[in-house]
C-alpha cells in the first residue's frame, strides 16, 4: 500500500512570492492534515480537510490557505512569502483518526 | 489550551541500556495520545495511538503506557538503530478531529 506522497520535496522562493504544495494520502484516507515543522516551534497543526471541506484551522494567517479535491487530494497555497516561512512542511493522512501517516514533507526555503 | 511537554529534550544512552521516556499533557478530553519517530530529514513514523488510562501498547523494544496525566515510552535493550527523534501528540476530543498537539521531542542517541 502506497504512502502519503507530497510534492515537490524541496522549493526555494523569494519573500513576495507565493507557493503550493501537494499531498496525496493514503488510498482510502479522506482526511489530511497539514503541520509545519521548524526549529524552533516544533510541529504546529495547519489545518484539517475532510470530503473537501475544512473542518480545523490552528492559528496562522490568512496567507495559509488549503483546499481539498475530490479524490482527497490536498494542496496547500502560501501567498507573499516571508522569511520566517521557511520550514519543513508534512502533511498526514487517516482513515478513523485513531492513526496519522505523515509524508515525507516538502522544504521550503525563502531567501 | 492543549499542551504537551516532552523530557527529557536529549537522551544519550549505551547500546543495551534500558531507560524511558517522558510526555506529560493537559488536554480538553483526550480522545487519543500519540507517538512517533522521526529520523533527520523525514516525515514523522507511526508508532502507537493510546487511547484511555491504564492501555499499554508494545512494538519490539519499545513499549508505550498512559496514565491520565502522562505517558512514558519505554525502550528496552535499545540498538543504535533506534536513535531518533521521538514525537508525543494529543488529539482532543469535540471537533478537533485531524489536529495533533505535539510537544518538542525527546532526541534519542543510542552508542554502539
Known amino acids: 500500500k502506497a504512502g502519503v506522497t507530497q510534492t515537490p520535496r524541496y522549493l526555494i522562493k523569494t519573500r513576495g512570492q507565493q507557493v503550493t504544495l501537494s499531498c496525496s494520502p493514503i488510498?482510502?484516507?479522506?482526511?489530511v492534515s497539514w503541520y509545519q515543522q521548524t526549529p524552533g516551534q516544533g510541529l504546529q497543526f495547519l489545518f484539517e480537510?475532510?470530503?473537501?471541506?475544512?473542518?480545523n484551522k490552528g492559528n496562522f494567517p490568512g496567507r495559509f490557505s488549503g483546499r481539498q479535491f475530490s479524490n482527497s487530494r490536498s494542496e496547500m497555497n502560501v501567498s507573499t512569502l516571508e522569511l520566517g516561512d521557511s520550514a519543513l512542511y508534512l502533511c498526514?493522512?487517516?482513515?478513523?483518526?485513531?492513526?496519522?501517516?505523515f509524508g515525507p514533507g516538502t522544504r521550503l526555503t525563502v531567501l | 489550551e492543549d499542551q504537551v511537554t516532552q523530557s527529557p529534550e536529549a537522551l544519550r544512552l549505551q547500546e543495551g541500556e534500558s531507560s524511558s521516556l517522558n510526555c506529560s499533557y493537559t488536554?480538553?478530553?483526550?480522545?487519543?495520545l500519540f507517538w512517533y519517530r522521526q529520523d533527520p530529514g523525514k516525515g514523522p513514523e507511526f508508532l502507537f495511538t493510546l487511547y484511555s488510562a491504564g492501555e499499554e501498547k508494545e512494538k519490539e523494544r519499545l513499549k508505550a503506557t498512559l496514565t491520565k496525566k502522562e505517558s512514558f515510552l519505554h525502550i528496552t535493550a535499545p540498538k543504535p538503530e533506534d536513535s531518533a527523534t521521538y514525537l508525543c501528540a494529543v488529539q482532543a476530543g469535540g471537533t478537533s478531529y485531524g489536529k495533533l498537539t505535539f510537544g518538542q521531542g525527546t532526541i534519542l542517541t543510542v552508542h554502539p
Open positions: 480537510y475532510f470530503s473537501e471541506t475544512q473542518r
Open positions: 488510498s482510502g484516507h479522506r482526511s
Open positions: 498526514a493522512s487517516s482513515f478513523n483518526y485513531n492513526e496519522q501517516f
Open positions: 488536554v480538553s478530553g483526550l480522545r487519543g
